[in-house]
């Protein structure tokens, strides 16, 4: 326990070591009137392309923030962010829709499963074989020939390969029909999801998400070729979440109007 103290101790310590060289890296300073004003502006027209919430969903818009600046930098030499966060809870008949719809594809998979009757002759014949030289085993053990006993076993396991061979080779040929099934499966509604989405101006140095977990848009020029100016040169929406969820709301931006911030 002491030591598990230490080393929290310690990663406090380095943290508040690199806040503080942070600090001591940049001297800020306070934003003009016209800096204050140009933020206030664009951060309502940013938000301002933000979709409504869809049936069923809610939003919630993080609060503007004043913009962080370093004593040298250019006038409107900072970013601007809009982060919102779309919930979606869905009703008891969704759900229950959701759940018989598992239930019939498990039966499906169930039934996909199960082998055909010219496979299930074919793999008998080796599972017959395999009793046979079991039992075979079992006398050889009891008449106390370990030899006679090996071989059954040895004869015993290659019949049960064989037969478990035929299983799983028709298995692999219904294989791709599962995955489509599993697939459906997962894109059934599981109650809640949520969206995240930032829409983001004057980036100098954007991190795209992960393709397995979100998806961005980009309007005019991103990164922003320079720093400094009063005017929106470039527009990045990201949206972090399940991909047909964030379709859902991707699809509902007025890119039209972001086109006109940037213009």
């Given at each position: 326990m002491a030591r598990a103290r230490l080393k929290a101790g310690m990663l406090a310590a380095a943290v508040m070591a690199a806040g503080s060289w942070a600090a001591a890296d940049c001297e800020s300073r306070d934003a003009s009137a016209a800096e204050k004003q140009y933020y206030q502006s664009s951060y309502a027209a940013l938000k301002d392309v933000l979709p409504p919430a869809p049936a069923s969903w809610k939003v919630?818009?993080?609060?503007?923030?004043?913009?962080?600046?370093?004593?040298?930098?250019?006038?409107?030499?900072?970013?601007?962010?809009?982060?919102?966060?779309?919930?979606y809870q869905a009703g008891k008949e969704e759900l229950d829709q959701a759940d018989a719809a598992r239930r019939r594809m498990g039966k499906e998979i169930d039934a996909m499963r199960e082998l055909?009757?010219?496979?299930?002759?074919?793999?008998?014949?080796?599972?017959?074989?395999?009793?046979?030289?079991?039992?075979?085993?079992?006398?050889?053990?009891?008449?106390?020939?370990?030899?006679?006993?090996?071989?059954?076993?040895?004869?015993?396991?290659?019949?049960?390969?064989?037969?478990?061979?035929?299983?799983?080779?028709?298995?692999?040929?219904?294989?791709?029909?599962?995955?489509?099934?599993?697939?459906?499966?997962?894109?059934?509604s599981e109650g809640m999801a949520s969206v995240d989405v930032t829409v983001a101006a004057n980036e100098r140095y954007p991190h795209a998400p992960q393709a397995n977990m979100g998806a961005q848009i980009t309007f005019g020029k991103v990164p922003r070729p320079k720093a400094g100016g009063?005017?929106?040169?470039?527009?990045?929406?990201?949206?972090?979440?399940?991909?047909?969820?964030?379709?859902?709301?991707?699809?509902?931006?007025?890119?039209?109007?972001?086109?006109?911030?940037?213009?």
């Open positions: 919630v818009v993080d609060a503007a923030h004043e913009p962080y600046l370093c004593a040298d930098d250019a006038q409107g030499g900072f970013e601007i962010e809009v982060r919102a966060h779309y919930l055909p009757a010219d496979v299930k002759k074919d793999r008998q014949v080796w599972l017959d074989k395999m009793s046979v030289a079991n039992r075979a085993s079992n006398a050889a053990y009891k008449a106390g020939d370990k030899a006679l006993a090996k071989q059954k076993d040895a004869e015993s396991e290659e019949c049960s390969g064989r037969a478990r061979a035929i299983r799983d080779k028709y298995w692999a040929s219904v294989q791709p029909q599962i995955d489509a099934i599993e697939a459906r499966k997962r894109a059934l009063l005017k929106l040169d470039g527009v990045r929406v990201v949206l972090e979440g399940p991909a047909s969820r964030r379709d859902l709301i991707a699809g509902a931006l007025d890119r039209a109007k972001i086109e006109t911030l940037v213009k």
